[in-house]
C-alpha cells in the first residue's frame, strides 16, 4: 500500500520561504512521477509542479521562477521549496505520485500553507 506524508507547511509572512517535503512508502519511488497540487479555501484543486523519473521538471505559470520541486529517491521524498510567497500562494498542499506499473494515482493528506501579509 502506497502513502504519502506531506510535511513542512506553517504560517509565514508574504516574501518569505517554506520548503515542503513528500515523503512516500510502499512503491517503486525512483521510477514514479511525482507532483504538487494545492487547493485554496473554496476553490479547486490545482496543479503546481511535476518531476519525472529522470528529473524533468513543469511548472504552472503561477509559481514559475518562484517554486522548485525536487526529489531525493534514496529518501523517497520529494519536496517544493517555495520562495517569494504571495497570499495568493495560501492552500493545502498536496502531493502525489503516479506509479506506471499499475497506472494508480496516491495522494497525501496534504499540508496547509498560510502566507500573510
Known amino acids: 500500500q502506497v502513502q504519502l506524508v506531506e510535511s513542512g507547511g506553517g504560517l509565514v509572512q508574504a516574501g518569505g520561504s517554506l520548503r515542503l517535503s513528500c515523503a512516500a512508502s510502499g512503491s517503486t519511488f525512483s521510477r514514479s512521477t511525482l507532483a504538487w497540487y494545492r487547493q485554496a479555501p473554496g476553490k479547486q484543486r490545482e496543479w503546481v509542479a511535476t518531476?519525472?523519473?529522470?528529473?524533468?521538471?513543469n511548472y504552472a505559470d503561477s509559481v514559475k521562477g518562484r517554486f522548485t520541486i525536487s526529489r531525493d529517491n534514496a529518501k523517497s521524498t520529494v519536496y517544493l521549496q517555495m520562495n517569494s510567497l504571495k497570499p495568493e500562494d495560501t492552500a493545502v498542499y498536496y502531493c502525489k505520485l503516479y506509479q506506471y506499473s499499475t497506472g494508480m494515482n496516491y495522494w497525501g493528506k496534504g499540508t496547509l500553507v498560510t502566507v500573510s501579509l
Open positions: 518531476i519525472s523519473p529522470g528529473n524533468s521538471t
